[in-house]
């Protein structure tokens, strides 16, 4: 693929460093960009040249346009991958890289902006016959409207923000006196987090399992997909454990929701990888919830059963080139499972914890994957998010998975800050756990 010869980096950390490694089995130089707090990061070592682009604070760096856009000129780079979070979903970022000549590797601004406004999305999708979760029709601006649109779909509800994500500024409400309360704090919190006030809301579903499609599309209106990943285990929305295939799936109902996925992407003629998120009910009726226009984090559980590298191909499509592969040739072997593992202290409500890491064992052996920055006497900067490290196991079944991802958690060593390594052990002796039995409500009651 002789399109790109060299790729500015626009994010830190294990992404940036799997965005290397990709771009390095392509043959194509790349470009680190990172802070004044990240000079000792991996992904700075490894890239072929840096540019420090400002302090700490992302605000001051990974979040300045100008800056990073000056880092590519002087580098003459061709191409800037955003990653996830920072600018990934920045549609004014995805239209300024492409003015200024540089391929953005994404979909286009229309694409992310489509999509990124999340109550704009489920009329889009109600539009293309997608099942969408019962909730109001479009955004609303006064706690009145809310009100109404509360009692017509039926307490519990969910208040979201329609420019949220990464779990923040969402609200379950069980009757109208908690919904009088919430309404201006969240509209609040949303117009302080995400520039933009405007809520929304949805029934809240009681016990939903959180199940997405990973999807890709190319220049040439084809968009294909490359199964589910079951992202229940979460703790204040946010994802710690996903594994693919999601157990309960069935062969006629990953049709179905990948054909969901596949309309969906379609209907805005998508280009580059994406993640359709679905909630799943006891009775596998299934809802449209998203789209996350990007590179998730969980993305390698998808890697190791369909045996594409997700990265490798979205820098491909972005390119101009077709799919490399067709419908036929995906199928799901075995099974994958990732566990977050994050500077955070289980005992004090998951609190953020900074420092030195003083020792640092990551597992190995069969069926082991670790995406990681970190290393021996790395000090974790306190700007940016706590993930240390994704642990990926693959096993031929979900049993075999398990065990390997157990005895890769007895391996893992990380000293020097409290993680949440041995809080994923307790997850994986969890009976409910390795029967495949659990909910997005499986740790409430953990
Ligand atoms: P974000 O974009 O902030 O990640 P999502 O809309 O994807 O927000 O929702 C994140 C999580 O919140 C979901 O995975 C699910 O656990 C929970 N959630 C969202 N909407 C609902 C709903 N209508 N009912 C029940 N849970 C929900």
């Known amino acids: 693929m002789a399109r790109f010869k ?9 992404i940036a460093l799997r965005i290397i490694r990709a771009c390095k089995e392509l043959g194509i130089d790349t470009v680190a960009v990172y802070s004044e707090a990240d000079r000792d990061c991996l992904h700075v070592r490894f890239a072929d040249e840096e540019v420090c682009i400002g302090r700490g604070p992302a605000s001051d760096s990974y979040l300045n346009i100008q800056r990073i856009l000056s880092a590519a000129e002087i580098t003459n780079a061709d191409a800037i991958h955003p990653g996830y979070c920072f600018l990934a979903e920045n549609a ?11 391929v953005f590797i994404g979909p286009t601004a229309d694409n992310i902006r489509m999509m990124g406004d999340k109550a704009t999305a489920r009329n889009l999708m109600i539009e293309n016959g997608i099942p969408v979760v019962p909730g109001s029709n479009g955004t609303f601006e006064e706690e009145k409207d809310a009100l109404a649109a509360a009692s017509e779909i039926g307490y519990p509800v969910i208040l979201k923000a329609t420019a949220g994500g990464g779990g923040k500024g969402m609200r379950v409400v069980r009757d109208e006196k908690e919904l009088k309360g919430a309404f201006s704090i969240a509209r609040a919190e949303a117009g302080s987090a995400f520039g933009n006030h405007a809520l929304y809301l949805e029934k809240y579903l009681e016990k939903p399992r959180h199940v997405e499609i990973q999807v890709i599309g190319d220049q040439f209106d084809k968009v294909l997909h490359l199964g589910e990943r079951d992202c229940s285990i979460q703790r204040r929305h946010q994802k710690l454990v996903e594994e693919s295939p999601c157990p309960v799936m069935t062969v006629q109902l990953r049709r179905k929701m990948g054909e969901c996925a596949v309309k969906a992407a379609s209907s805005i003629g998508y280009v580059g990888v994406g993640t359709v998120e679905f909630l799943l009910d006891k009775d596998f009726n299934f809802y449209f919830m998203e789209m996350n226009t990007r590179i998730q984090v969980e993305h390698p559980v998808t890697e190791m059963v369909t045996g594409v590298d997700l990265v490798k191909e979205q820098i491909s499509v972005a390119g101009g080139n077709q799919i490399s ?38 597992p190995g052996g069969p069926g082991v994957r670790v995406d990681t920055h970190i290393y021996q006497s790395y000090k974790i900067p306190p700007y940016y998010d706590s993930l240390l490290a994704k642990l990926i196991v693959h096993g031929r079944n979900r049993n075999e998975a398990i065990a390997r991802l157990r005895r890769s958690l007895e391996e893992f060593i990380v000293l020097g800050v409290p993680t949440t390594i041995d809080f994923h052990r307790e997850i994986v002796n969890d009976a409910r756990f390795i029967s495949g039995d659990f909910d997005i409500q499986f740790l409430e009651k953990f």
């Open 325 to 362: 592969f067709k419908k036929s040739d995906i199928s799901l072997k075995g099974h994958a499972i990732e566990c977050r593992i994050n500077a955070e202290d289980p005992k004090r409500d998951f609190i953020p914890c900074p420092g030195e890491i003083t020792t640092f064992h990551p």
């Open 92 to 102: 004014e970022f995805a239209d300024i890289c492409s003015q200024s000549q540089f």
């Open 6 to 14: 060299k790729m500015l980096i626009a994010n830190r950390g294990e």
